[in-house]
């Protein structure tokens, strides 16, 4: 055999070996034009009937953690559920293998909340657990009791998101007393930068209510969720609930939120609007001093009236004049066609960017990725809304 023979099969090797270490369903990475899409998740691979809720973050190494909930026993919200996790070390082209972060064990863990603390660099996780054996509408009617109802725990990683510590108990913490149904997030959490509270890790998170004493209402009524934030000021040892939404009167139902940090210091909430009164399917708010309490009511954000009712993400990028982003659906009755909008007067108005495909889609992420590059993590399918969890890479300008 020659020596160029030699060569040629050397390179050979080297390459099968490097395709076949890409892992399943990913979109490799070319370093001349980098990537656009790549699927982190497709439905039934993996052990799993359906993946839903995706959330994300950036480490300060770089590394894109797209964190999701395995739903081992169909698309459903009960039942056998872990959060699951694939991490990228080069913006989302190409992701590594499926671990469990948090195992159902026939029970439910979900709503993932992921934060980087950016004091000593820990990605902290903050998610949801109930029985597998519940729904969230028994929860809501108050029929499952405490144990097997919604509880609130928190992990960490000091490893860049290779291993996490196991869930620590904080629903004491952050849960008042009668609230039934509980969420976190779902979708990142806030690290602030600046103001008073910097460093404070904060996980915006909604909450049902017990109705009355004397009516005629069983709690399964919109009108009993509300929106909360909770709290760590010393790297998520410790948590604290901040401000609570309890008006309960059927005109804004805020439900599933999503949390930024204005360059002004405030904090800008965005919520799934629960069949309220007031027309429109997203309600907003903002506060001052860190999650803690409230500028104004939630009220309807009325340029995102394109929104049907589902999750959505918000995202203030870094950098001079950088917009605050919004994504979700765009077609006001179904979930389909997600879509990235734009607000450059802190949340006051949107305008849409662009749609990123016209097949079903429903919950989503997003990520700052470089200095105008953005990722975008979203459930998608052709035939079904929940096929898939797909990861965007997009640029803004």
């Known amino acids: 055999m020659t020596p160029l023979h030699r060569t040629l099969l050397t390179t050979l090797a080297l390459l099968t070996s490097l395709t076949a270490r890409l892992p399943a369903h990913a979109t490799p990475a070319h370093a001349s034009s980098g990537c656009t899409t790549s699927v982190p998740y497709v439905s039934g691979a993996g052990g799993y009937h359906t993946y839903r809720i995706p959330a994300m973050v950036r480490t300060g190494h770089g590394t894109v953690l797209a964190f999701a909930e395995g739903r081992h026993d169909g698309a459903g919200d009960s039942g056998d559920i872990d959060v699951v996790l694939r991490r990228s ?154 401000f609570v939404d309890d008006t309960y009167d059927g005109v804004t139902n805020a439900n599933e939120t999503s949390a930024a940090q204005l360059p002004d210091g405030r904090v800008y909430f965005n919520s799934r609007q629960q069949n309220g009164k007031a027309v429109g399917h997203r309600i907003d708010a903002y506060s001052r001093d860190g999650g803690q309490t409230l500028e104004r009511p939630y009220a309807v954000q009325p340029t995102l009236n394109d929104v049907p009712v589902v999750q959505g993400s918000v995202l203030q990028l870094h950098g001079h004049e950088a917009p605050l982003l919004f994504s979700a659906p765009s077609v006001p009755t179904a979930r389909r066609a997600m879509a990235l909008w734009s607000s450059t007067d802190d949340g006051h108005t949107f305008t849409k960017l662009q749609t990123l495909s016209a097949e079903r889609a429903a919950y989503s992420d997003l990520v700052q990725l470089g200095s105008d590059t953005v990722g975008v993590l979203y459930e998608t399918g052709a035939k079904g809304t929940y096929d898939t969890i797909e990861f965007r890479r997009l640029s803004v300008p």
């Open 89 to 242: 070390a080069d913006g989302g082209c190409t992701w590594g293998p499926l671990t469990v972060v948090a195992a159902g064990e026939g029970n439910t863990r979900g709503n993932p909340a992921p934060v980087v603390d950016p004091r000593s660099g820990a990605v902290v996780l903050v998610t949801s657990y109930n029985s597998g054996a519940v729904t969230e509408a028994q929860i809501m009617r108050g029929e499952t009791g405490e144990e097997r109802g919604r509880r609130v725990f928190v992990q960490r990683s000091w490893d860049d998101g290779r291993h996490f510590t196991s869930p620590k108990e904080i629903t004491a913490e952050v849960k008042r007393r009668g609230w039934r149904w509980y969420a976190t997030g779902p979708g990142h959490g806030v690290a602030l930068t600046r103001g008073p509270h910097t460093g404070r890790l904060l996980i915006p998170a909604n909450h049902s209510a017990a109705p009355p004493a004397g009516s005629h209402d069983t709690g399964v009524e919109s009108k009993y969720y509300g929106g909360h934030a909770l709290y760590s000021d010393d790297e998520g040892r410790t948590w604290h609930l901040g």
